[in-house]
């Protein structure tokens, strides 16, 4: 069965402490992963689209990265404004998303 | 560009009563998607539209949810009659159609209370 993981569940970091989420896949015939960020009361909001392994993208603190099994979302020196909860999703036959981390970032 | 707009943002109902949730989809966007999103989870799909047509509903509880997109832009979703178990955020997303996997654009979503 397929089926996506992401750990932690909860991540407090201090501002300028980097640290990365990561999202664990099993499923067959990857087409795609995506990250989103989801803020409280709000809808997600699209970060980045990977295909392939070895794939990296970039976008101000966050980058991500996709192995055969897993991905990354590495933040680094974080800020207050970066605590939400990050969602990623697994596009194989259907689209799949984890349950989420939710990161908090305290001055 | 705009993005994907839906109402109302807030509800409360009575268990057993109706409810409907309206979206408009990001202009040119072919596919629409009505997901639900319960506290602490991630989104589940309910339906899919590709244009006018039903895509996939295989997660739709179809004696009490409906859902129809006229004209192949605007859409409801429907529930009738609620349940405590519909307490949830309804959200809609739309993507262009075709190609590699394109990312769902949500909207902000309707906060659901059935009490």
């Known amino acids: 069965e397929d089926q996506v993981t992401q750990s932690p569940e909860a991540l407090r970091l201090q501002e300028g402490e980097s640290s990365s989420l990561n999202c664990s896949y099993t499923?067959?015939?990857?087409?795609?992963l995506f990250w989103y960020r989801q803020d409280p009361g709000k809808g997600p909001e699209f970060l980045f689209t990977l295909y392939s392994a070895g794939e990296e993208k970039e976008k101000e603190r966050l980058k991500a990265t996709l192995t055969k099994k897993e991905s990354f979302l590495h933040i680094t020196a974080p800020k207050p404004e970066d605590s939400a909860t990050y969602l990623c999703?697994?596009?194989?036959?259907?689209?799949?998303f984890g349950t989420g981390t939710r990161l908090q970032v305290f001055p | 560009e705009a993005g994907v707009a839906q109402s109302p943002r807030y509800k409360i109902i009575e268990k057993r009563q109706s409810v409907a949730f309206w979206c408009n989809p990001i202009?040119?966007?072919?596919?629409l998607y009505w997901y639900q999103q319960i506290l602490g989870q991630g989104p589940k799909l309910l339906i899919q539209?590709?244009?006018?047509?039903?895509?996939?509903d295989s997660q739709l509880p179809k004696d009490r949810f409906s859902a129809e997109r006229l004209k192949g832009v605007d859409s409801t979703l429907k529930i009738q009659p609620a349940k405590l178990e519909d307490s949830a955020v309804y959200l809609c997303a739309s993507s262009t159609g075709t190609g590699s996997p394109r990312p769902r654009i949500f909207g902000p979503g309707t906060r659901l209370t059935v009490l």
């Open positions: 539209f590709q244009n006018n047509g039903v895509v996939d």
């Open positions: 999703a697994v596009q194989a036959d259907k689209l799949i």
């Open positions: 202009s040119g966007h072919a596919t």
């Open positions: 499923v067959s015939g990857l087409r795609g």
